[in-house]
T-cell receptor, first 107, second 112 residues
Framework: AQRVTQPEKLLSVFKGAPVELKCNYS??????LFWYVQYSRQRLQLLLR??SRESIKGFTADLNKGETSFHLKKPFAQEEDSAMYYC?????????FGKGTHLIIQP | ETGVTQTPRHLVMGMTNKKSLKCEQH?????MYWYKQSAKKPLELMFV???????ENNSVPSRFSPECPNSSHLFLHLHTLQPEDSALYLC???????????FGQGTRLTVV
C-alpha cells in the first residue's frame, strides 16, 4: 500500500527562522505530490504541487526521487504560517495523505 | 470556494438518531472521498468512490454507511453513533488527471 510519512506531529519555530516540514513517500512509480494546508477554522486547501514547481506564500518543495522525499521549506517563517500541513501522494489508488504536521510559529 | 459543498455545516444528534451528511461537487471529478478529522488525531480516510464504485473502506464501523448515487453526489448515512464519533467529517473530490483534491468545508458532528 502507498504510504506517506510525516515524521513530525508538531513543529515549533520562531518567526523569521527557516522552516522545513518533512515528507517521505512510498510510491515506486512516478508520484504526484502535493502539500495541503489547513489554517485555523478554514478548509483544507492545496498549497502547492510538485509538477508546477512554483512557490506559494514563500514555500517551496522539491521532489527528491533518490530519497523519496518531498520536504516543504520556507526560508523565513511568518506568524500566519501557523497551520496544519498535510503531504499527499496522488497515485493510482488516489489520495494518500500523511498524518499531518502542526506548524506553530512563535513571535 | 472550492466547488465542493457539504451540508449541513453543523449537526448535533442523539445516539439513537439517523441522519445523513451530503456532499456535492460539479467539478467533473470522478473520485470522491469521506475523511474524518478528530481533534489531536490525523486525518482518517473512511471511504473512496471512483466512478460511483466504492473502492476503499478503511475498516469503518457499519454505523457509517456511504452512498454515491452519481458522480456528483456523495452521502454518509449515520445511525446509532457513539460520542467518540463526534468529529469534523470532510468530503473531497479529485480528478484522475491531476489528482489534486478539493475539499468541502466539512460537517461538524456532535453525538450526544
Amino acid at each position: 500500500a502507498q504510504r506517506v510519512t510525516q515524521p513530525e506531529k508538531l513543529l515549533s519555530v520562531f518567526k523569521g527562522a527557516p522552516v522545513e516540514l518533512k515528507c517521505n513517500y512510498s510510491y515506486s512509480g512516478s508520484p504526484e505530490l502535493f502539500w495541503y494546508v489547513q489554517y485555523s477554522r478554514q478548509r483544507l486547501q492545496l498549497l502547492l504541487r510538485h509538477i508546477s514547481r512554483e512557490s506559494i506564500k514563500g514555500f517551496t518543495a522539491d521532489l527528491n526521487k533518490g530519497e523519496t522525499s518531498f520536504h516543504l521549506k520556507k526560508p523565513f517563517a511568518q506568524e500566519e504560517d501557523s497551520a496544519m500541513y498535510y503531504c499527499d501522494q496522488g497515485g493510482a489508488d488516489g489520495l494518500t495523505f500523511g498524518k499531518g504536521t502542526h506548524l506553530i510559529i512563535q513571535p | 470556494e472550492t466547488g465542493v459543498t457539504q451540508t449541513p455545516r453543523h449537526l448535533v444528534m442523539g445516539m439513537t438518531n439517523k441522519k445523513s451528511l451530503k456532499c456535492e461537487q460539479h467539478l467533473g471529478h470522478n473520485a470522491m472521498y469521506w475523511y474524518k478529522q478528530s481533534a489531536k488525531k490525523p486525518l482518517e480516510l473512511m471511504f473512496v468512490y471512483n466512478f460511483k464504485e466504492q473502492t476503499e473502506n478503511n475498516s469503518v464501523p457499519s454505523r457509517f454507511s456511504p452512498e454515491c448515487p452519481n458522480s456528483s453526489h456523495l452521502f454518509l448515512h449515520l445511525h446509532t453513533l457513539q460520542p467518540e464519533d463526534s468529529a469534523l467529517y470532510l468530503c473531497a473530490s479529485s480528478s484522475p488527471g491531476t489528482n489534486e483534491a478539493f475539499f468541502g468545508q466539512g460537517t461538524r458532528l456532535t453525538v450526544v
